[in-house]
């Protein structure tokens, strides 16, 4: 086989050898995060990102697979399945590929795939507002370039990945002299060793040596239940849940706002996301059958489901009324523990998506939340740093609502973030005003590394306690107590007023109390308060004020 060109098929099939590739592989590019907690689990981010990609390139029929349809099912499946900064930028890495391919017609060329990944690099340095060199970014452009440099007219498409991965791996050798906690740690990047894999695979999809059934991951098989749709079945108003994916008929999005007026009308827990070639619908109703009739003047119905919640065992909790009217303003909020999850809906939350460390929700996990709440003007709190590009992305592609994310980088600050909400100020200035209330507070956490490894200048040993301050480790040590005093010191508590602390869910509520007595004797002058997050990962999170 030349490779000289392909058709929509072989490039689904080295998509999906990508995915595949990755998804076996995402447990070595987790083990590459230089921070040694589960802080990121950048192989697994983009295991899920990419698993998206395979349920939407499933979408398309069998008998009409052509380049355009596969690469905006790519662009769009990455996009809605994006999770962790990870994710994010992969997403926009296949968005930039896939709007190069989608215009070349019936074939790929080994041209088009070199301007398709320069299409990648430029779609990826756009969406990061202050890019980091030593990252998939330096590795995704380096190699690009260098491909773009040496092409010839006599390259085939496998040419061209073998020179860009050759390329790809002399950059990723190179990260950890760009990064210092790289070179540090003795590891190269992480998420441009996941890019790398991806195209590996899809070398390995294109000659024929690698299977292109995508892995099913638990994660990427119960992501599209929408679980907090679902009501107690006593209480249920709607009973059919219904689902389609619409193929536009016009090659534009329809009107999203209209689908879900009318929607409206039949039903409830509305989602409607359109781009131009395609529209995911979701509505409960006891009418499925109007809402099909609807749909189908758009385009094509495909992977339609209905299913009966009356009839469903699953006893998941609403979280919004079903007969809620339309706020002015709403929030939704990440959580990462029940006791956390229950202090954020004594703060006015009206919508918690479990998330945080080792779970960052998706881009479609915030726009049905933003669906959900049913508000003119909706807060977004990430609530951790590696979620904050996928709550902007959604807030970008959210439609009938102003949407404006508070980047609250932990718990704390998200805490800290709703102490200063008030529902019916001007969203910008509330936004405004919640951002600013973030620099109040200093957060920390206590957990266990996971691993061996140099950080920051200290020697840390698998399964040793790990006091972090702002994102950054400060102590390293062995007993509990100790190491929270140490911590508390490098928070610079005695200039402080108030300490909180979160206990995670493997600490007993009279282990927390004893702390508690042992840290009032310790630090006088502060008041100290303590609850029940139980968080997992972090036994104890903590705020000081």
Known sequence: M????????????????GVNKLNIEKA????LNVFPVPDGDTGTNMSLTLNSVAKFLGQIPKDNITVEKVAKQMSYGALMGARGNSGVILSQILGGIGKVLEQKGDVVTPKDMVEGFAGGVESAYKAVVKPMEGTILTVCREASAYLTEVYQEDYSIEQCLRVYLEEGYRSLNRTPEMLPVLKQAGVVDAGAKGLLTIVEGMLAGLTGEIDVTAEKTQQESNANHYPEFHVDTENIVF?????M???NREKKPLDAEAAREYLGHIGDCILVVSTDEITKVHVHTNNPGQALEYFCVFGDLNDIKIENMKAQSQNFAPQVEETQERKAMAVVAVSAGEGLSEIFKGLQVDYLITGGQTMNPSTEEFLSAIEQVNADNVILLPNNKNIILAAEQAAKMAEGAAVRVVPSRSIPQGIAAMM???SE??????AEGMQESLQMVKSGEVTYAVRDTMMEGLEIKEGQLLGIVEGKIAVVGDEMTDLIKQTLNAMETAEKELVTLYYGEDVQEEEAEELLAVLEGEFPDQEFEI???KQAVYAYLISVE
Do not use: K, P, R
């Open 2 to 17: 030349d490779n000289m060109q392909i058709n929509g098929i072989v490039l689904m099939d080295m998509i999906l050898a």
């Open 239 to 243: 009973q059919y849940c219904t689902e």
């Open 531 to 533: 609850y029940a997050g």
């Open 420 to 422: 200063a909400y008030n």
């Open 28 to 31: 070595s590019i987790d083990s």
């Open 245 to 247: 994916i619409v193929h």
């Open 425 to 430: 100020a001007d969203i910008n200035e509330l």
